[in-house]
């Protein structure tokens, strides 16, 4: 048994670690900034309609959804707004509008975002949720005579382009550091056609979620850009030309951010009586850290109504997930987000359990028999009454699927 001290600083360091799992989820999906002209009435509810159509792009994951969705009253969703003067600079010239009018203030609006999301679902439009995998870019330039790649330390108008876009998406990005080691996997060539086994494998140094490469080229009148997004579910590729190099990379990450919008955005089904539920048994959960973080990781999902744990023993963990959508949906999110990597069933005999059990305790070192299978029974009296009402109360097993935690 844990005395008393003992289970304050096991409490307090779940807390340590719960909080540094929960920071990989994007901030700020619901904010937008907006440069306008002045604090008037109008410039404001103007302001309110275009946040909102940047919000709804952003977790629907559809750069045109608004098209398609019949509009509703921006302050309607509008929770609170601000203002803030924009810093005049003597090194350059003030924003202005398309009339020429400086744009002096910005307006900081924070939306509800629980009621937009309730919006398109209750619409028939899928939503992408705060838990997003970060995207590796890749980005290859060349600008007269000089040729490079775009790194993390790097401060370039191109690069500080594609963040501004990547935020407007709600796209989390890594930039490589492009030093010997990923040199040494991952050529320039390689990023130009947006070959995919050595990308692939320079990207894991950073994230596990895909990657983005991009080749933009300045021929003298305009730049030419040809792009491609890597994912476990296949592969995009795609160019653009355009003159203006902010206009092209803008266009190039809606792009980039629509087909991960296809994927990553499920329609979750509203009825209760129609959530499918499935197991997972998850194997390399060796650590209270790493439950944790299959925990979170599993309930930011957003195909995810809840997730129960079932067992947990040091090797292995068992929920029981119930699903806002279809086990395609979730199983979509699982392998393009490459947090778990599917495995064969473990080949032993099959462990009964009930949701009622206790929770889970982690008996971190030791060896506990592994499952194939575990299946949700209902509790009955006795077995006459078991067997007495077996038609009644018999229920199909439900799926079960076989993963191991990725390092």
């Known amino acids: 048994m ?4 003992t289970k304050i600083l096991v409490f307090v360091s779940l807390l340590f670690i719960f909080n540094q799992v929960m920071a990989s989820q994007v901030d700020g999906l619901y904010d937008v900034d907006i440069l306008v002209t002045n604090e008037s009435a109008s410039v404001r509810w103007a302001a309110f309609e275009r946040g909102m159509e940047e919000v709804f792009v952003r977790v629907s994951g559809d750069s045109i959804v608004m098209r398609k969705l019949k509009r509703p009253v921006a302050k309607t969703y509008v929770k609170q707004y601000s203002y803030e003067p924009v810093p005049v600079s003597t090194a350059s010239a003030p924003a202005v509008n398309e009339a020429g ?13 629980s009621s937009m999301e309730k919006y398109l679902l209750e619409n028939g439009f899928p939503v992408w949720g705060k ?11 060349r600008d007269g005579t000089n040729e490079y790649v775009l790194k993390d330390a790097d401060q370039s108008l191109l690069k500080t382009a594609a963040e501004e876009a990547l935020t407007r998406r709600g796209v989390p990005e890594r930039w490589p550091l492009y030093d010997y080691k990923d040199r040494k996997i991952l050529s320039v060539a390689d990023i130009r056609g947006g070959f995919k086994d050595p990308v692939v494998s320079a990207s894991k140094r950073y994230s596990r ?15 030419q850009s040809s792009w491609s997004l890597l994912m476990a579910s296949g592969n995009r590729h795609w160019s653009l030309v355009n003159a203006d190099y902010s206009q092209l990379i803008n266009k190039a990450i809606d792009q980039a951010a629509d087909a991960l919008g296809v994927v990553f955005a499920v329609s979750n089904k509203m009825d209760e009586q129609q959530l499918a539920t499935i197991q997972l048994n998850i194997q390399a959960v060796t650590s209270i850290n790493k439950y944790l973080r299959v925990e979170d990781y599993l309930t930011a999902l957003s195909a995810v109504e809840k997730a129960i744990p079932l067992k947990v023993d040091g090797q292995n963990a068992v929920f029981e997930v119930t699903l806002r959508s279809n086990e395609e949906d979730f199983l979509n999110l699982i392998k393009n987000s490459a947090e778990l990597i599917q495995v064969e069933a473990q080949k032993s005999p099959a462990v009964e359990l009930s949701p009622e059990s206790q929770p889970p305790v982690i008996q ?3 060896e506990t028999e592994k499952s194939s299978e575990v299946l949700v029974s209902d509790d009955v009296s006795s077995e006459k009454d078991a067997a007495s009402d077996s038609t009644e109360n018999q229920k199909d097993p439900i799926p079960v699927y076989y993963y191991r935690l990725n390092k």
């Open 101 to 113: 009018v400086a744009l002096t203030h910005r307006i900081k609006i924070q939306y509800n975002g």
């Open 131 to 141: 838990h997003r995998p970060e995207v590796v870019v890749w980005l290859a330039v």
């Open 2 to 5: 844990l005395n008393y001290k």
């Open 364 to 366: 971190s070192g030791s």
């Open 209 to 223: 979620g895909p990657a983005l490469t991009g080749s933009i080229i300045w021929n003298g009148d305009q730049w």
